[in-house]
């Protein structure tokens, strides 16, 4: 084996690019040809040589290298000898006869490439244009696919300039790109858009779009120029967006003690998009449902979910794209404090919605996939970029947001905001490891952060605390919490929050061994000094006051508390002592508990009789998604033939949707026109006869006339169960009527809503049926998310039935991204049973891939999660219909 064999061959099976060359400064063109959806493209690099090499390593996949050449400081060019490109690990080496010296030089490539439709990389996507479907052109980088569109140091840590240049751009279409257009040429039918040099970046955040659009502008009064383009025809559906985003850039640039670095913020809907948006410096694509708002067509939890998009992109520009994560190991800097700032943001802008509130939400869902046995680190280790996509989930989205919460609430708001400020100063245009902002954070706190945080992030999971009462000394005791029961290893530094009696009456330290006790002596004292008449006597120990651990749910940890504090605390509940996010936290923490066989289903159906009469939102929807789970797993587990259990769940319900009406109140509440939608949709959902014909009338008069009031669009989605739950293949009317609104509708909001329960019959021919559909032309890629989202229980064996038959398909056609995650995630976990599980892990044995290997590892344990309840369940089997009907007040008909 000659020399250069023996180099090659070290350089196989490495997935991280070696050190001996670094760029600076990128000069790529791009040329996309619509007509065939191919494109080609050169790029110069300005590069440093740090050592001596005979071999240039840069990161391509699916591209064609035609000539490549390297330019030394001297003026010296060479050409590779040897163009090699490992697929496996998604590199293109460059061999040279002679070493390179070391020192700066140019290399530049020509080479061209597919426009695929994979939604990876730069590739096609289609609009319609006075009736007729063309193609137009989009990036999407993140986290690894800019090797698909031109060579390149493909690691965020790599940062250079780009300047960029997009040829044979059809005149009539636009194209937009990271930085402002510095110059247009016209050439016949096509012109060249130049565009101004970036800043230094990260390669997942270049971005280009060629398409038809209609924008408006608004200048910041920071002198941003920002922009959102729309669909031809709708740019007046950008406005909302766009004074969000101008907002969002005054607000960030005062919290963070930095401006805004670039001289335009451009905003885009495309038609085609795997992910809800994407923080491209300086250009933000979106999906058209996150940017466009349409008066007719967007319900409140539409524009709620539009300015947290927004505001999460906006907020990426610094935590991201001024300072960026060092490798994917940290993507949690990134999407964590994103969305931590999302809803920074959109509470300082709606301060009536209260959105910390409904964060508890993003809290839960963190809690939930963190107490799998195949959760992760919120520091994961990632070696192969392919597996990287696996790990945007809620463990660097929500926990990540979480822990930067719960760590805030301990440190203080002016200690974070300072510190967030210093962190920004010095690691502006850099890259970041979580270490680094421990550090910061340190030295303008005081506190030993990284002492405290370090666990939260390096270890998998989180703790249950659980806490009992003995005289006036609590006792805590903490350990790993796993939804399979299992014990799990770790311990925590917990910052612990209680309240005794009162909110006043409070007491905050850190639990730092795996056991502790608390002297609660002087709350209890203060409590009743403070809430007795001075000549009534003490009461008696029963009496005592409710103690509530984890006051406001801000620590992401669950606890579990003994019998005479559950008693205590489901009092303070029904004597309404409690505020929403305790009362959401209480609930929350029990139904985890009690889906881990640390509680019984008796207890639970218990303790929510007592949240029937909350009419706080986010109280009530964690009571509905509660109900909706506990009505699946008792639906498997037990046998219910006269409805008792659909009918305690209804007269939970009920008396809510009595006091809400279906009609919109004039000038009631952002929170209560949400609560509308889940309300109705809950009762559609478990079948609420009345609900069912009124809605089903209500949705004959609107498929008629589009522009009645009959409908409100808060409760259209209500309707569409109500149509598909009624609907079979004898009596299928339903299921065309909603097929038809889906084909007709111009709005993507209402698009979006048909599909989210096309497939909700309990029919399974229809659900077929409806899965089907997306083989065709009839769906875009990007939207199969809604329908695999919310297939019926009924259906669940046809929707597997279906993947497997249809999985080569499925693997070719998805390619294996964020939207391929959910079909995966969305099918193989409706079901419960340990035959089930081992059915899955047959079925993908020889099937799974790094990308998605740890997607289905978590799924089949969601399974067996829910298998294990099951039993635990049918040994109460006897006494739960009895518990049902003993609590429901008002039988109802189903």
Not at 96 to 119: A, K, R, T, Y
Not at 165 to 188: F, H, K, Q, R, W
Not at 371 to 391: D, K
Not at 451 to 467: A, E, Y
Request: with cysteine; hydrophobic share 40%.
């Amino acid at each position: 084996m000659n020399q250069n064999e023996q180099k090659l061959e070290h350089f196989k099976g490495q997935h991280r690019l070696p050190k001996f060359a670094i760029p600076h400064r990128y000069d790529l063109t791009l040329k996309p040809n619509l007509q065939v959806c191919t494109f080609s493209g050169s790029v110069i690099v300005n590069l440093s040589i740090l050592e001596s090499t005979r071999f240039l390593l840069l990161n391509s996949i699916d591209l064609v290298i035609h000539e490549s050449s390297f330019t030394d400081s001297n003026n010296h060019r060479v050409v590779p000898s040897e163009v090699v490109v490992d697929k496996d690990v998604e590199m293109l080496v460059l061999v040279f006869n002679e070493p390179l010296s070391v020192g700066d030089g140019v290399l530049e490539i020509n080479f061209s490439g597919v426009l695929n439709e994979h939604m990876k990389g730069f590739y096609k996507g289609t609009y319609v244009d006075g009736g007729v479907r063309k193609n137009m052109a989009t990036t999407t980088f993140e986290p690894s696919d800019a090797r698909r569109c031109f060579p390149c140091w493909d690691e965020p840590a790599l940062k250079a300039t780009f300047k960029i240049t997009v040829g044979d751009v059809p005149l009539e279409l636009t194209a937009i790109s990271n930085m402002p257009v510095s110059e247009e040429t016209i050439t016949g039918d096509f012109k060249t858009v130049c565009f101004e040099e970036s800043p230094i970046m990260s390669t997942y955040l270049v971005a280009v779009v060629v398409g038809l659009f209609d924008y408006i502008e608004e200048t910041s009064p920071g002198g941003i120029r920002v922009r959102s383009y729309c669909p031809v025809g709708k740019s007046e559906n950008g406005k909302l967006a766009l004074s969000i985003a101008v907002k969002s850039l005054e607000l960030y640039t005062k919290y963070f003690s930095m401006p805004y670095t670039l001289p335009k913020l451009d905003m885009v809907g495309v038609p085609d998009f795997p992910a809800g948006a994407m923080e491209n410096y300086g250009l933000i694509v979106f999906r058209e449902t996150e940017l466009l708002h349409d008066d007719l067509h967007s319900a409140a939890a539409n524009t709620q979910r539009l300015l947290i998009v927004v505001t999460h992109e906006v907020g990426h520009q610094w935590f991201g794209n001024l300072v960026t994560m060092e490798w994917w190991t940290h993507l949690w800097l990134n999407e964590g404090f994103a969305t931590w700032v999302s809803y920074f943001a959109t509470d300082t802008l709606f301060p009536e919605w209260r959105i910390w509130t409904q964060f508890l939400e993003e809290t839960a869902e963190g809690l939930q996939l963190d107490a799998l046995e195949q959760s992760h680190p919120v520091e994961v280790e990632v070696h192969n970029a392919s597996s990287v996509i696996e790990v945007f989930d809620a463990i660097s989205y929500q926990k990540g947001s979480s822990l930067i919460r719960m760590l805030k609430e301990y440190l203080g708001d002016d200690v974070f905001q300072k510190s967030m400020s210093s962190y920004m100063k010095k690691y502006a245009y850099k890259n970041a490891k979580t270490e680094d902002l421990w550090s910061v954070l340190s030295e303008e706190s005081g506190v030993e952060v990284n002492k405290l945080m370090d666990i939260w992030t390096k270890q998998t999971g989180h703790p249950v605390i659980s806490v009992k009462l003995e005289d006036c000394t609590l006792q805590f005791e903490q350990t790993r919490f796993m939804s399979l029961g299992l014990q799990g290893e770790g311990q925590w530094i917990i910052p612990i929050t209680l309240s005794v009696g009162s909110y006043d009456n409070c007491k905050k330290f850190l639990l730092e061994t795996k056991v502790g006790k608390l002297d609660i002596s002087d709350l209890y004292h203060s409590y009743f000094s403070s809430s007795q008449p001075q000549d009534k006597k003490i009461q008696e120990i029963a009496e005592k006051p409710w103690v509530k651990v984890n006051v406001g749910h801000t620590g992401f940890y669950r606890v579990k508390y003994d019998g005479v504090l559950t008693a205590r605390l489901m009092k303070a509940i029904q004597d309404k002592c409690l505020s929403p996010d305790d009362k959401f936290g209480i609930l929350d923490d029990a139904y985890a508990l009690c889906e881990a066989g640390e509680g019984s289903i008796l207890s639970l159906l218990s303790l929510m009789d007592l949240y029937r009469d909350d009419l706080d939102y986010v109280v009530l929807s964690r009571l509905i998604n509660a109900c909706y789970n506990t009505a699946k797993i008792l639906k498997d587990a037990i046998y219910d033939p006269w409805n008792h259990l659909n009918q305690f769940f209804i007269d939970l319900i009920i008396s809510s949707a009595e006091k809400l009406g279906m009609e919109p109140v004039p000038g009631e509440s952002h929170l209560n026109t949400l609560l509308r939608e889940e309300v109705f949709k809950a009762l559609a959902t478990f079948g609420h006869k009345e609900t069912h014909e009124e809605l089903k009338n209500r949705f004959q008069i609107y498929i008629n006339d589009k522009f009645t009031s009959i409908l409100p669009v808060d409760i259209r989605k209500a309707a569409y169960i109500s149509i598909m739950r009624t609907s079979s293949a004898i009596d299928r009317s339903g299921f065309d009527s909603l097929l038809k609104l889906y084909r007709e509708a111009d709005a993507v909001q209402e698009k979006a809503r048909t599909l989210s329960y096309i497939a909700s019959s309990p029919d399974p021919e229809l659900v077929k049926e409806a899965l089907d559909l997306m083989l065709t032309d009839e769906i875009r890629e990007q939207d199969t998310v809604y329908v695999t989202a919310r297939i019926s229980l009924e259906g669940r064996e046809t929707a597997w039935i279906w993947l497997k038959e249809n999985w080569d398909v499925i693997v070719k056609r998805w390619g294996q991204g964020m939207v391929f995650h959910r079909f995966i995630r969305d099918i193989v976990t409706p079901f419960s049973s340990h035959e089930m599980a081992e059915e899955v892990e047959e079925f993908f044995s020889n099937r799974v891939t790094p990308s998605f290997v740890r997607i289905l590892k978590q799924s089949i344990e969601k399974i067996r999660i829910k298998a294990r309840w099951i039993e635990k369940i049918r040994q109460e089997e006897s006494l739960i219909p009895k518990l049902t009907r003993g609590l429901t007040r008002t039988p109802v008909e189903t």
